[in-house]
C-alpha cells in the first residue's frame, strides 16, 4: 500500500476558479512534504516543501498546508490560469534525505 | 546555477542498441538520482548516488548500468532494452546531508524502445 495517497486522482475546473488538492501520508518519521508540479513529459518542479513545524507556506497562487498531528496536506490554487494545466504530486521524506515517497498525483485540467 | 540539465531529451533506440543518458549539475549537491516514470504514474527511484558512490540500488535490471564519473555528472548506460522501458527517465539532485531542501529534477529524457 502506498505511504502517500492524493485526491482526487483528476479534477477539471475553470479558468479563475480557485481548487484544493489533498494529500494523506502514513510515512513515518516524517521529515518533511512537498508540492511538485509536473508538465506532461517533463521533469517535477517544486512548489513548496514543508517540515514538521511549518502549518501553512505560499508560493503566489500556490498555498500549501500541512497538519502533521493528522498526516494530511492540502494545496490550494487561487485564480486558476490554463498554465496551471498539470499533475501536482504530493512527496513526503522520512528523516534520510533519500528515502522520499510519492505520491500518485492528481492531475489537473483548467479549461478557458 | 539552479539547474539540473538532461541530455538528449529524446532517445529512440532498438533493443541492440547501446546509449547513455546523461545527467549534469552545478548547484554543489552531493546526492544525485534517477527515477524512471510510466505515463500517468509517479516517478520510480532506480539508483541513488552519494559523493559518487552508488549507495542505493533498487533491484533494477543490469542492462541499465549507472555511472557517476564526477560531483557534477551522472550517466545511465543503457544495453540490450525491452521496449517496456520505454518511460521518461527523470535525474534529480539534493544536498546529501539535508533533508530540508528539496530535490531539484531535470526536464527529463524521453526513451523509446523499439
Known amino acids: 500500500k502506498n505511504q502517500v495517497e492524493q485526491s482526487p486522482q483528476s479534477l477539471i475546473i475553470l479558468e479563475g476558479k480557485n481548487c484544493t488538492l489533498q494529500c494523506n501520508y502514513t510515512v513515518s518519521p516524517f521529515s518533511n512534504l512537498r508540492w511538485y508540479k509536473q508538465d506532461t513529459g517533463r521533469g517535477p518542479v517544486s512548489l513548496t516543501i514543508m517540515t514538521f513545524s511549518e502549518n501553512t507556506k505560499s508560493n503566489g497562487r500556490y498555498t500549501a498546508t500541512l497538519d502533521a498531528d493528522t498526516k494530511q496536506s492540502s494545496l490550494h490554487i487561487t485564480a486558476s490560469q490554463l498554465s496551471d494545466s498539470a499533475s501536482y504530486i504530493c512527496v513526503v521524506s522520512a528523516e534520510v534525505p533519500s528515502d522520499m515517497r510519492f505520491g500518485a498525483g492528481t492531475r489537473l485540467t483548467v479549461k478557458p | 546555477d539552479t539547474e539540473v540539465t538532461q541530455t538528449p531529451k529524446h532517445l529512440v533506440m532498438g533493443m541492440t542498441n547501446k546509449k547513455s543518458l546523461k545527467c549534469e549539475q552545478h548547484?554543489?549537491?552531493?546526492?544525485m538520482y534517477w527515477y524512471k516514470q510510466k505515463a500517468k504514474k509517479p516517478p520510480e527511484l532506480m539508483f541513488v548516488?552519494?559523493?559518487?558512490?552508488?549507495?542505493i540500488n533498487e533491484s533494477v535490471p543490469s542492462r541499465f548500468s549507472p555511472e557517476c564519473p564526477n560531483s557534477s555528472l551522472l550517466n545511465l548506460h543503457l544495453h540490450a532494452l525491452q521496449p517496456e522501458d520505454s518511460a521518461l527517465y527523470l535525474c534529480?539532485?539534493?544536498?546529501?546531508?539535508?533533508?530540508?531542501?528539496?530535490?531539484?529534477f531535470g526536464s527529463g529524457t524521453r526513451l523509446t524502445v523499439v
Open positions: 548547484m554543489g549537491h552531493r546526492a
Open positions: 534529480a539532485s539534493s544536498p546529501w546531508d539535508s533533508s530540508e531542501h528539496g530535490y531539484t
Open positions: 548516488y552519494s559523493y559518487e558512490k552508488l549507495s
